[in-house]
């Protein structure tokens, strides 16, 4: 699975953005998804993840309430709407796939198998 993360931008705070992963690969739809941040220095950081049906979804409690993935199986395709944007949420947001596995946690990092490249959320006071 390769995974192309876009949508990454600079926003005043109170903004919005909303965050696009597209997944190459026939089986995304059988593939947990999940986005983290990552700030210089620091490690990189649970968002938003959601199971293969859609029918499932987590958030950090930094952004519970701000911000809301979902999944087009479609098109092979997560997103991450981003609302009242804080100058907090500046980072580099990564996409990532979890294959499934009735233990595997999903709001750990190592527990994703495949990652995106990243995109920049710049978000100005």
């Known amino acids: 699975v390769q995974l192309q993360a876009s949508g990454g931008g600079l926003v005043q705070a109170g903004g919005s953005l909303r965050l696009s992963c597209a997944a190459s690969?026939?089986?995304?739809?059988?593939?947990?998804m999940g986005w983290f941040r990552q700030t210089p220095g620091k490690e990189r950081e649970f968002v938003a993840a959601?199971?293969?049906?859609?029918?499932?979804?987590y958030y950090s409690v930094s952004v519970k309430g701000r911000f809301t993935i979902s999944r087009d199986n479609a098109k092979n395709t997560v997103y991450l709407q981003m609302n009242s944007l804080k100058p907090e949420d500046t980072a580099v947001y990564y996409c990532?796939?979890?294959?499934?596995?009735?233990?595997?946690?999903?709001?750990?990092?190592?527990?994703?198998?495949?990652w995106g490249q990243g995109t920049q959320v710049t978000v100005s006071s």
């Open positions: 990532a796939a979890q294959a499934y596995g009735s233990s595997r946690d999903i709001l750990r990092s190592s527990e994703y198998d495949y």
């Open positions: 690969g026939r089986t995304f739809s059988s593939y947990a």
């Open positions: 959601i199971r293969w049906s859609g029918s499932f979804t």
